[in-house]
């Protein structure tokens, strides 16, 4: 009879270890699926950002207009020191 509750505690146990594995096994695989998942996302975000920097060239027409327009000022400027 003592080997019977002990054979049957033994299973219990066991059973009750085995779900609980189970249990952390597809934790962790939900975790790795969700990781490559946001993995993928971070890298979408990253060629999307990659793709909207300004380009040299277009930097460069804007800087030249800026400094034009800063002479143009600088002209002004200078025009109303001389007829004061």
Do not use: C, H, P
Request: net charge negative.
């Amino acid at each position: 009879m003592d080997q019977t509750i002990i054979n049957w505690l033994l299973g219990l146990f066991g059973m009750v270890i085995g779900i609980l594995m189970r249990s952390l096994w597809q934790a962790v695989r939900d975790l790795q699926t969700a990781d490559n998942s946001l993995a993928e996302k971070v890298s979408a975000v990253e060629v999307l950002v990659a793709g909207q920097y300004v380009k040299r060239d277009d930097f460069n027409r804007f800087s030249e207009a800026m400094f034009r327009k800063l002479d143009r000022i600088e002209d002004k400027l200078d025009g109303k020191m001389d007829k004061e």
